[in-house]
């Protein structure tokens, strides 16, 4: 089903026709996104966490250590919505009102389960590292099993889903399109520098010549 | 009191030495996000959502429409945890394991409250739109009657926050160092490019020559 049902979870109220809920646009921010903000409830109190993600079809793999509360919450099978945000621009009207952001972010919602057996856990892992540092699940070290005996690895079967695009100039009213006040999108991107190499870096090992562009499909 | 009292609400458990409780520390990221996440339950369900803010001493301030939910659940006095999030690089290490995202992160806690008062009321939307758009709320048309009834202002006191952020190189084992790996951060940050004039903009309004240079000073 390429497109979800609008439920009160979902809807997006205010500005509708800013609304998508087809998977393709939903899930083309997901990708994109460098980070994900996850939020839980726990005794009722709500919390926000940054973190990294991966998503696999219709779920979304974090990752963790296994003391941590964000993932010991989600394989208890809790509910969690995730929210990904990506900026594209500040909009400068002509009145302060009607200032914006040029974005598209998308929310999904759904419960944890833990991600179990080695071989679905080493998979996961690599798709997470692989969307952070692409390339680098073949150039690094593997997890050998110590290091995946401290990683906890969870899954999010998104349930249901939402995305809001703002794009393009600025909306002001009529009446203010004579008013003397430039208008218009200051446009905002991620930028990658120049490489910086580990002071402990091995003598001739040198930086990959593509290491940069790899990156430059990341937004957030 | 410049730091917050460590409570299960707010201690960061994981990789302790990366946690910062002084305001200083803590309202310094608040202040340089370029926008936060902010999570509420309703009916026991998490919710995330991206939006723009100000800080006012001890407080954060937040708008949106008057039909907004979030809105609406903040002005009810409901619990809310806010998320500022800023990337300053990809920590590319020897091992896959080991790889890390520089950052910069604050969550803060508290409850909402409505901003009233016209006089309040445009204090606070000063600052937000002061935060988006340094110099803007003297350059642009000011808010009118009617744009000021449509806008719902709310204020979450901050009762307790923390911060956490990793700087540096990888850290990789020493028994990964000899590896033919190269290892570094890849530095990120927030690039804003050549101003696009709004389509519509009024023959002879020139853009302000240092409108990039105001933003410079945003992270997230």
Redesign the interface.
Known sequence: MPTFPRTP?NRV??LPDRARYDREAIYSIVDEA??C?????DD???????T?HARDGDAILLH??V???LLRHLAAGN?????F?I?D??V??????H?S?N?R?A?V?GRGAPVEGEAERLRA?ERI?ER??PG??S??????PR?LAS?AVARVAIETASAKVRAG??K?DDE???????????????????????????AG????GD??DR?RRRG?
């Open positions: 979870r109220s205010r460098l980070l903000h996850v939020g839980f409830v009722g109190q709500p919390y926000v966490i940054p990294l963790g250590s003391g941590s509360r509910p969690a919505s995730i929210a945000t900026v621009g500040i400068l009207a002509r009145s302060v009102f200032h952001v974005y972010s929310v919602f892992l590292a952070l540092a680098r699940w150039e690094a070290r593997r997890p050998n290091e990683t100039p600025p002001d203010d399109l004579a008013l003397p006040v430039w208008a218009g999108v200051l446009p905002v991107e991620l930028d990658f520098g120049e490489p910086l190499p580990d002071p402990a870096l091995r090992v040198a930086a990959p290491l940069r990156f957030g």
